[in-house]
């Protein structure tokens, strides 16, 4: 203890607290009453079953649009344009490694009605018949395929990017696609499905040039190979009247990645996306209004609903669009370059961050006493609804981390996965933004639930959005009441899906008769009126004494342990508990090895008996203070060094694990942790 504070850098740290103190003193800020109360969040339609709706529905109705223009997508780029100015509108880094360069709305606009004209020019009626498959990354081709599908009343059919060669032509079939656009790595596995795809006709490059064997393929193939600036000069030569969709038009055939068997085909309107993004900019407005000078970096992919309602949000608002340069690896230079005002984050980025710095805070006294002080400053200014990055805090500690993400983010906006109390205050306090927690699924185009901007706590996923009833359904072999405010979680209102297409069976199953969408989630309605998700009805593992076991919740509190990446819990109905596949977090894991002296590589530290207790210590602890049940506890472990991935097949193109796969891969190493267990 004498050391510490005779250490110099310990004594400069204990005056930099105290000219802090002093800082905070002078320019404390007056704390902000939320425009809203955080205590009563939803609300119980009187003569209802249950049902909850937002507390800012009027009378309860829910809300279809928010501005008297904007029905469509098509209305909201147009209404972007026009609040804009004719602003800047979508960018990309020129050269890779460059700026940004950005062309504006009118120019977005000028190449989607070529593109279109083009369509119609190659024989491509517009209309409710004609569906357009998109086969590529985020790119600005994607934007304006999908911008001149909305101006001609064509149908976007996203094809996964990693979705495999099997479950194309199936989407292909199914939607009977006639012309598809294509990255060029995409180039030859389209025009190898074209024997067994006969309905598509045209494949669209949106590389510059079309290589002489790609061409000789095509030919063989009967497809007409051309590239993205062909087809545009082709549509500009006529160039044909936008017929625009209506509301209740088809805007996408988005398919949802299935665990099992092939991806099944959600029918999303245009009016079900208005209603879903116009419902989050009114759940939002209190605190942020999205506006032409915010900015965007898209890597998440389009291929599915997320990403893509954020975006008709922008433009609907007249902001910017910065593509990442597609590759992930350099994405945090994608964002210091960009420094986007709004970034959308899956939940892995945050805890990754939270890892790291808390990784640094650890080597040293001083980082950990100033860390903790900035973090007591930020979060009683936090719980006063004070969100700021201004403070000497910020400058003397978290400037650092700002900076990573750019230094100009308002909003972070989060989903698919719970994040913990702690990251969620760190990332709150540390970045000095709103951060909103989502929740819900492509049937109902993204979020059904989502966090107050003001919001100051964590564990659950807010309150209905405003496009939506929720309510809760008994499930008795679970347990589950709704008169004791749990059940299933099921969703109702202007943005849930038409159905599944082509597949009456499904729709019954996830649509009831009295059009309430079945999530499969089981939830809880907490006193302030919010949902916290505590189970999963799907999935379940029945174990030998009778219990059920929901993989998924165990494996979400695994995955809090710094050193774990990716976990995979699994079980037997003639066992009495689970087991666990383990891949640890290979950057935090090998400084946390040699802080130990363990030494090794990463394949070699997953072998290691000492590594492996570690990690089995950590997550136990974590299921304990989760209060997990004894039998939903993994009882044995097995490290793995090789990430699940799309590219192994052991997750969905959006990241879900791939159960039947996974419990197949790892048979025999299940039963042999099972064999050395009583």
Same mark, same amino acid.
């Given at each position: ?29 007056? &704390? ?28 309860? %109705? ?32 020129? &050269? ?36 357009? =498959? ?53 180039? %030859? ?13 045209? *494949? ?14 095509? %030919? ?240 659950? *996923? ?10 809760? *359904? ?48 089981? =939830?809880?309605?907490? &006193? ?101 049940? =004894? ?48």
């Amino acid at each position: 203890m004498a050391d510490f504070f005779t250490d110099p850098a310990t004594l400069i740290g204990l005056g930099a607290v105290a000219a802090a103190t002093a800082y905070y003193v002078a320019t404390r800020p007056t &704390p902000v009453k939320p425009p809203y109360p955080l205590e009563n969040q939803s609300v119980e339609l009187l003569g209802g079953s249950g049902e909850r709706v937002s507390h800012l529905t009027k009378d309860g %109705k829910l809300i279809e649009y928010m501005y008297e223009d904007t029905r469509t997508l098509y209305d909201g780029f147009q209404r972007g344009m026009r609040i804009s100015g004719d602003g800047l509108c979508l960018g990309k880094r020129e &050269p890779p490694n460059g700026p940004y360069k950005f062309i504006k709305y009118s120019e977005v606009e000028d190449q989607f009605t070529a593109f279109g004209s083009g369509l119609i020019k190659l024989g491509i009626k517009p209309g409710q018949e004609s569906f357009i =498959g998109i086969y590529t990354k985020n790119c600005i081709e994607w934007v304006v395929t999908e911008q001149a599908c909305s101006a001609y009343s064509m149908i976007v059919v996203p094809l996964y990017d990693t979705l495999g060669s099997e479950a194309v032509e199936y989407i292909i079939n199914q939607t009977g696609i006639k012309a598809a656009v294509v990255a060029t790595d995409k180039m %030859k596995l389209l025009i190898g499905q074209a024997s067994k795809c006969p309905t598509l006709k045209f *494949v669209i490059s949106i590389s510059d040039s079309i290589p002489d064997d790609m061409a000789a393929m095509a %030919k063989e193939a009967n497809i007409e190979l051309l590239t993205y600036d062909a087809v545009m000069d082709l549509g500009r030569q006529d160039s044909v009247d936008h017929q625009p969709a209506s509301p209740d038009d088809i805007c996408t055939i988005c398919y949802t990645s299935g665990t099992t068997g092939m991806p099944k085909g959600v029918i999303l309107t245009h009016g079900a996306i208005v209603s879903n993004v116009s419902a989050v900019n009114k759940h939002n407005e209190a605190a942020f209004v999205c506006t032409p000078d915010d900015v965007h970096i898209s890597f998440l992919p389009l291929a599915h609903m997320m990403e893509r309602a954020v975006q008709v949000m922008l433009y609907t608002c007249g902001a910017k669009i910065g593509f990442y340069s597609g590759d992930v690896k350099k994405l945090i230079d994608d964002v210091k370059e960009l420094k986007p005002t709004l970034f959308i984050a899956v939940p892995r980025i945050l805890y990754r961050i939270y890892d790291k710095v808390m990784l640094g805070v650890s080597q040293s006294a001083v980082k950990q006493f100033l860390f903790s002080r900035a973090m007591a400053s930020k979060g009683r200014e936090l719980d006063q609804g004070i969100v700021r990055r201004n403070s000497f805090w910020d400058t003397l500690v978290f400037r650092k981390i700002q900076d990573g993400l750019g230094g100009r983010v308002r909003l972070i906006l989060t989903g698919s996965a719970p994040i913990s109390k702690d990251v969620m205050r760190f990332t709150r306090c540390a970045l000095g933004c709103a951060v909103i927690e989502g929740y819900g699924q492509t049937e109902c185009v993204a979020g059904a639930t989502m966090t107050l901007p003001y919001e100051n706590t964590a564990g659950h *996923v807010g309150a209905p959005l405003p496009s939506v009833m929720v309510k809760l *359904v008994d499930v008795e072999d679970m347990n589950y009441f709704a008169a004791n405010n749990e059940g299933e979680v099921c969703f109702k209102g202007p943005s849930v899906f038409k159905g599944y297409l082509k597949l009456e069976d499904k729709t019954r199953e996830a649509l009831d008769s009295d059009g309430w969408l079945h999530s499969g989630d089981i =939830g809880r309605w907490l &006193p302030n009126g919010a949902l916290k998700i505590i189970d999963r009805k799907k999935s379940l593992i029945k174990l030998q004494q009778g219990e059920y076991v929901s993989p998924e919740k165990a494996e979400a509190v695994y995955l809090r342990s710094s050193l774990v990446e990716q976990a995979f819990v699994d079980g037997d109905s003639t066992k009495t508990y689970v087991v666990g596949i383990i891949v640890p977090d290979q950057e935090m894991l090998i400084p946390w090895a040699k802080s130990q002296s363990i030494e090794g590589t990463f394949s070699q530290l997953c072998k290691n008996e000492t590594v492996k207790k570690a990690i089995m210590d950590d997550i136990s602890k974590l299921g304990k203070e989760a209060k997990l049940f =004894g039998f939903e506890q993994a009882k044995a472990i097995m490290l793995y060094d090789e990430p699940f991935s799309v590219e192994n097949g052991l997750l969905t193109p959006t990241q879900k694990m791939k159960r039947p796969q996974l419990r197949h891969k790892f048979k025999d190493d299940i039963q042999e942790m099972y064999k050395h267990l009583p």
